[in-house]
T-cell receptor
């Protein structure tokens, strides 16, 4: 079955630290890739997406992600986190077999001021 | 522009009761979907619709019904509530299909006693 794995369920960092959240998926065909963020008390919102082209994509608020097809990965990065980045981050994959989103379990990120 | 509006925000039901979760969007999106979010499991697709009059099952459809009589509205019905349906429910919409960026409502937190 198709699945999405997010390696860390909880991550705690200090402000200004660098961030990398892992995301791997199990599907050999073409995929669209997404990262969504859910700030405390808010709804999910799109952080960035990859459909095709440059595998390094930039999103809002200084986030970026790199698609590595050979590793089936789409890791999220930010060079220097801020307290306001405290949120839950979800990776989602849409395979071309059914065009629905398959979601990872999420990573809760806590930034210590 | 309200986006995706879900009502109610909170609801407590007794086992066996039925209820309808409402979802409306004002962006003229063709695609709408319902997810449930459970701790440690990410989002799971319940039902989706690619346009008025068209609905289909997602990953976890049992115990839920949907209809799409208009482009704007996509209600989710719990036929006979069970404790296993305690969850947070999100409605989402996108222009054409599930593999496009989705706009989410604020969620409905449902508890079944």
């Amino acid at each position: 079955a198709q699945s999405v794995s997010q390696h860390n369920h909880h991550v705690i960092l200090s402000e200004a630290a660098s961030l990398e959240l892992g995301c791997n998926y199990s599907y050999g065909g073409t995929v669209n890739l997404f990262w969504y963020v859910q700030y405390p008390g808010q709804h999910l919102q799109l952080l960035l997406k990859y459909f095709s082209g440059d595998p390094l994509v930039k999103g809002i608020k200084g986030f970026e992600a790199e698609f590595i097809k050979s590793k089936f990965s789409f890791n999220l990065r930010k060079p220097s986190v801020q307290w306001s980045d405290t949120a839950e981050y979800f990776c989602a994959v849409s395979p071309d077999s059914n065009y629905q989103l398959i979601w990872g379990a999420g990573t809760k990120l806590i930034i210590k001021p | 522009n309200a986006g995706v509006t879900q009502t109610p925000k909170f609801q407590v039901l007794k086992t066996g009761q039925s209820m309808t979760l409402q979802c409306a969007q004002d962006m003229n999106h063709e695609y709408m979907s319902w997810y449930r979010q459970d701790p440690g499991m990410g989002l799971r697709l319940i039902h989706y619709s690619v346009g008025a009059g068209i609905t289909d099952q997602g990953e976890v459809p049992n115990g839920y019904n949907v209809s799409r009589s208009t482009t704007e509205d996509f209600p989710l019905r719990l036929l006979s509530a069970a404790p296993s349906q305690t969850s947070v429910y999100f409605c989402a919409s996108s222009y054409t299909s599930g593999n496009q960026p989705q706009h989410f409502g604020d969620g409905t937190r449902l508890s079944i006693l």
